[in-house]
């Protein structure tokens, strides 16, 4: 608007100079009387009214007011198109950043879920080293008691190597004695020593020949088996004779047998057992 005060200053009407006279009796003051003049009489003389030079000042007034008009139109058109320009970047710039937080926003999401799963894959790890741990401390403690089980059984294994081969040795020591010691209550005593059926179990018969105080003139044989399983009734080692040929049921001959069978357990003295034997096979059969 500031520049359409020039034009318009410029262009305004010098009324001063209407009328010809040009001072200040041009313009009358209003008459109050009732015969004053008319309405027309007032105006200035056609002849001094410069037209001319109002036609100049208004043609000069429209051009730089259209010139104006021009300018004012491509201001705004410039401004609206570098508006809407402005409006169209910001636009672009506001779709680059929306993409730009979206993508941001997945890979914050992605880094959330990295991170979680790195957490349990971490825990996940400290409690398999935990219960690594624990299996190792116990392997190592079962390790440990498995190697003094495997040198308390070395030692026993090489206890009970010594004790049979000392009992190996016993046994041919005393295997020079048990063939004679055999052969003379085999030739002397009439006793044969044989199976009875049963691993535990061992049958001795005796030979009582025609001098021996026998009631028969021909040979007799009386015979009983001995248990040795281990599960008898007569106390000790287990010891039991259970058959016996003749029959020994009477109080006197059980009672007899019992306490050989005793005797044995305690003395460990199979020869003394045998002799006891023979004599209450012999009683019998008197």
């Not at 051009?63 to 104006?68: L, V």
């Not at 009439?190 to 199976?195: H, S, V």
């Not at 001795?204 to 025609?210: T, Y």
Request: hydrophobic share 35%; with cysteine.
């Amino acid at each position: 608007m500031a520049a359409v005060v020039g034009p318009v200053a410029d262009s305004t009407l010098n009324l001063s100079t209407i009328g010809g006279g040009g001072g200040p009796s041009a313009l009358r003051a209003p008459y109050t009387t009732p015969s004053a003049p008319s309405m027309a009489d007032t105006l200035p003389s056609l002849q001094n009214f410069g037209f001319d030079d109002l036609r100049s000042r208004m043609t000069s007034f429209s051009t730089r007011f259209d010139e104006f008009i021009e300018r004012g139109r491509m201001r705004v058109l410039e401004e609206r198109n570098q508006f809407r320009m402005n409006v169209a970047e910001m636009n672009d710039q506001q779709q680059s950043t929306n993409r730009a937080l979206a993508a941001l926003k997945s890979k914050s999401s992605q880094h959330s879920q990295a991170l979680s799963h790195q957490s349990a894959e971490t825990a996940e790890m400290h409690s398999a080293i935990t219960n690594l741990t624990h299996t190792r401390d116990a392997n190592a403690s079962h390790a440990s008691d498995r190697r003094r089980k495997v040198a308390s059984t070395k030692s026993s294994i090489a206890d009970k190597r010594r004790q049979l081969k000392d009992r190996d040795a016993y046994l041919q020591y005393q295997a020079g004695f048990n063939g004679p010691e055999c052969r003379f209550w085999e030739e002397c005593l009439g006793l044969k020593i044989q199976g009875a059926g049963r691993e535990d179990r061992v049958r001795f018969s005796f030979v009582f020949g025609r001098g021996s105080g026998s009631r028969n003139s021909s040979e007799t044989e009386a015979w009983f088996e001995l248990d040795m399983s281990g599960t008898g009734a007569t106390g000790g080692k287990g010891y039991e004779v259970v058959r016996a040929k003749p029959h020994l049921d009477d109080a006197g001959s059980t009672d007899r047998v019992d306490a050989c069978v005793r005797e044995m357990c305690e003395k460990e003295d199979l020869g003394s057992f045998l002799k006891g034997m023979r004599q209450i096979f012999l009683d019998a059969i008197r």
